[in-house]
């Protein structure tokens, strides 16, 4: 063997020894379980002051309807956001009423 051989196999833990990277893995039983359940999401808090003319369906919560007229209107956050009803409330006659 020579000497760049032996030096290679110096810097190799013994096994059952930990490494200097990351040690050794955890049985089985010690590890981190994936029966818990998801988290629930919260429900989304409306911070647009156009959400006080709509109420969000709960059976879509993508879809809000107007108070006043009782149209649907896109309101995914993710998608439209609120551009949608704004526009409707300020052309929505019925608002103007009340």
Known sequence: MSAYEDKIDDDQPEEGHESQAGGKKR???ERSSTELPP???KKQIHRA???QHFIQREDDPS???CRYFGQDIGSDSKKSGTS???NHISRCKL???F
Do not use: F, G, R
């Open 39 to 41: 988290p629930t999401k």
């Open 49 to 51: 002051e156009v959400w």
């Open 84 to 86: 949608a009803m704004k």
């Open 95 to 97: 608002h103007e009423l």
């Open 63 to 65: 879809i809000a309807i």
């Open 27 to 29: 049985p089985a039983s």
